[in-house]
């Protein structure tokens, strides 16, 4: 089973590279599931119900979120009604919208879709390791496929988890810090993992944003105002090979590889 997980899609640019690569992408790979981080999609800064609908047009399963989830007031209503956009499930219950999906892929396997987001240098909130085995002590037992989304700062709190969930679930991609890492591999119980699957988006600027503001903000420490950039477009992603018939111990899918991928707009 092959799944396609995009990395966090920045503004216009990054909706308009899945709009126009995403379809050929997958039958090309021939993907089963496709998964995205849609937390910087409005301009860079949140997501609107109108681009997630976008999205999932486009071919997108479910998107994830993160510390920029709740930056478009409009989201608020919108989270509990549309199951397919989480946010990290470590927020308080009072949040709206969920941090799990389970939903069939188009090869027929049960899958689930869990978002947490770590606590170094980012918000406080809930613990997300705790979280995350609230979240698989409640999944059906017929879900072999589970994929985490990690949307944290620092490598050492995603790693931890990767080598934490590692056999509980099928794969642990990083996302937040929009810089592909060169880390991915399949850990020895059979846990897919990446610290930072990068960002889908103009690569000329900083983290997906126009650069001169950027560079202008860390010679003066004044606000401003940032810009998402309009070059390099690129989307960032990893393939995921998982084997839905070899499961762990704990009843979860192995994975046989992950590998990255890079696409431009041609």
Known sequence: MRILF????????????VSARLADIIA??????VLANGENAAAGFGITPRLAEEL???????????????????IFDYLPQQPRLLRPANYPDSSPGSGVYIG??????????LNVQGRVFMPSIDCPFRTAD???????????LVIVDMHAEATSEKEAMGWYLDGRVSAVIGTHTHVATADEQVLPAGTAYIT???????HDGVIGMDRAGIVKKFLDGLPARFEVASGDL?????LLDV??????????ARSRSISRLRFRLD
């Open 6 to 17: 995009i990395g966090d899609i920045v503004g216009s640019p990054g909706r308009e590279l």
């Open 28 to 33: 090309q790979q021939q993907i089963d599931l």
């Open 56 to 74: 999932f047009s486009a071919g997108i399963e479910v998107l994830t979120g993160g510390n920029h989830s709740w930056d478009r007031k409009e």
């Open 104 to 113: 069939s892929a188009r090869n027929g396997v049960r899958y689930a879709v």
């Open 134 to 144: 609230r979240l698989l002590a409640s999944l059906p037992a017929d879900v072999p």
């Open 196 to 202: 930072d699957v990068g960002m889908t988006g103009p």
């Open 234 to 238: 690129q989307m960032n992603a990893v």
């Open 243 to 252: 084997d839905p018939a070899n499961l762990g111990p704990a009843g979860r």
